[in-house]
């Protein structure tokens, strides 16, 4: 383990012996990760992927399992009805934001977890899941399997033993699309639905690498931006694609002005739209306050799973809460301790929204805490010092390798639940704070298990 690295991850770094040299390591990271919406051509690039124990790592995904079904248990347990669940959760509207919920309830539900990305820190005790991405437009696929492809060759490939193991989120996503279709009778034909646009990309490349390996699994598959849709919904009975996989967020495509009318004719013509509508709901933040808080069906296993990996999270209203055992009102507990809460809207992504007490000004924290207060839309969660990690980085090509102790957010990406290997991002000047890529300009790797 390398000096200043938190001894959670417990996993000594991959040897460099039998690794291509950091010149040849970001030649090939920046050709792999091409037009995929990365950074690696204009920040520091990673001359190697986080190294994890095996035991953490199947921790990660053992607990971002357990917590899933709790979500979902959470979500069911709201309401018996659907209307019910979307005014439990506080949602007013769906004309945007939810548009494509299907009548038949039973098949949202049934699949409403299936596809899930959550955040984590380590902290001082361990994972701490700071949220969780559930559904098909988020990112992480896409770089996890281009980055794995790139650390694998960069190591000498599978012949010359690799140190560490390698779980595919194309290969899982992929069964678990087999496994939709035989479940539904459907022809193995699945449509990608996105948008370079939404990517920052300039071709579909981003997406073209997973329609061709659905292809070699034995799929006809396709990548369809939204000017592609109308050509393809046919008559009922006779579409081309009787499934489509949603690689796109509705608000994103009606923030520029794209009609989601194709999209709602492809479900009318018979599509199935994969994940359904409700796997957006699971990705709710209210859900985790209701496990923070803790529930009457909740066992004392549950309740020791969530106070192990969950932050205290509350839901934004005047009113009390328990905190450490004690009653008290939640606006004077955040004013009064500023450097110890988060405020993060209950629906967003990319950090928007978001406000880390301690990285603010005083002003700016307690208008934020009145706006959150008084719309009811946000959490409040305990803020979470991330542990840090010594990461081997270069600055290009001719240049030295040096350390940096940065502050990863990993993301365990689970289909079915089956394990897609653990997507990364991180600021390579070692920076925390809210973590993204399109906004912040993350930089994005992944994290291995020792082999």
């Known amino acids: 383990m390398k000096p200043g690295t938190s001894s959670w991850f417990g996993a000594r770094p991959f040897p460099t012996t039998n690794r291509s040299p950091s010149d040849v390591v970001s030649t090939v990271l920046r050709h792999e990760l091409r037009d995929c919406g990365t950074w690696l051509h204009t920040q520091p690039v990673p001359t190697e992927p986080f190294a994890l124990s095996r035991p953490a790592y199947d921790e990660l995904f053992t607990a971002t399992r357990s917590l899933l079904a709790l979500l979902r248990r959470a979500l069911l347990e709201a309401a018996p009805t659907r209307q019910g669940r979307l005014a439990a959760l506080g ?16 098949f949202e539900l049934r699949h409403c977890d299936v596809m899930a990305r959550p955040d984590i820190v380590i902290g001082p005790d361990g994972p701490r899941f700071l949220e969780f991405n559930v559904g098909g437009a988020f990112g992480g696929p896409t770089e996890t399997h281009r980055f794995s492809q790139a650390w694998t060759r960069l190591y000498g490939g599978p012949a010359s033993g690799l140190p560490f193991t ?4 194309h290969e899982a996503r992929a069964e678990l699309l087999e496994d939709v279709c035989a479940e539904l009778g459907l022809r193995r034909a699945v449509a990608l639905v996105g948008n370079r646009v939404d990517r920052r990309c300039e071709t579909t490349r981003y997406f073209d690498g997973e329609a061709a390996y659905l292809r070699e699994r034995g799929f006809d598959a396709e990548v369809l931006e939204p000017h592609d849709l109308p050509g393809v919904t046919g008559r009922a ?9 949603r690689y796109f967020s509705p608000a994103d495509w009606v923030s520029r002005g794209e009609s989601l009318d194709p999209v ?19 990705a709710n933040k209210k859900l985790l306050c209701r496990l923070s808080k803790g529930e009457s069906w909740m066992n004392d296993e549950e309740r020791r799973l969530v106070a192990r990996y969950l932050p205290w999270t509350r839901a934004t209203s005047d009113a009390k809460v328990d905190w450490h055992g004690e009653p008290v009102d939640l606006r004077r507990l955040l004013m009064a301790h500023q450097e110890s809460f988060v405020l993060k809207q209950t629906v967003g992504m990319m950090g928007h929204g978001v406000v880390i007490g301690r990285l603010c000004p005083e002003p700016r924290w307690t208008a934020a805490v009145s706006r959150a207060l008084d719309a009811g839309d946000s959490v409040a969660q305990e803020y979470v010092e991330p542990g840090r990690y010594e990461l081997e980085m270069v600055a290009g090509p001719g240049s030295q390798p040096y350390h940096v102790s940065v502050a990863p957010v990993l993301s365990p990406l689970v289909f079915g639940g089956r394990p897609g290997g653990v997507y990364a991002r991180y600021y390579p000047d070692g920076r925390a704070g809210v973590v993204t890529v399109a906004r912040g300009g993350a930089m994005e790797n992944v994290a291995f298990a020792a082999a």
């Open 91 to 106: 949602i007013r509207s769906t004309a945007n934001s939810f548009p494509f919920f299907v009548g038949d309830d039973d």
């Open 166 to 169: 390698v779980d595919d989120p």
């Open 264 to 282: 709602h004719d492809l479900i009318a013509a018979g599509c199935v739209l994969y994940p359904p509508e409700s796997s957006y709901l699971v």
């Open 237 to 245: 009975g006779r579409l081309r694609f009787p499934l489509a996989l």
